[in-house]
């Protein structure tokens, strides 16, 4: 099972999108462990959207639809309203 993701950092204002097969060991490390990168410079970030796929590939094919400019326009709606 892979799930995609999609984080928001309130305090900042940010997304972040990306995919896993171990949701909750990933955001232990998005929001306590990484010690550089992107989601350590805008913590703390919140769960606000999942999707669940049987096959890696189509994680990273979601994965890559929800970073394109619909796709994010998509996770902002979820956080707008």
Do not use: C
Request: net charge positive; no cysteine.
């Amino acid at each position: 099972m892979f799930t995609v993701y999609a984080l928001y950092s309130e305090s900042n204002d940010k997304i972040y999108i990306g995919y896993t097969s171990d949701l909750d060991a990933r955001m232990i490390s998005h929001n306590e462990l990484s010690t550089k990168g992107y989601t350590m410079k805008y913590r703390p970030w919140k769960l606000i959207y999942t999707e669940v796929f049987e096959d890696k590939r189509a994680a990273i094919q979601r994965e890559k639809s929800l970073k394109s400019a619909r796709g994010r326009a998509f996770i902002w709606s979820i956080i707008g309203g």
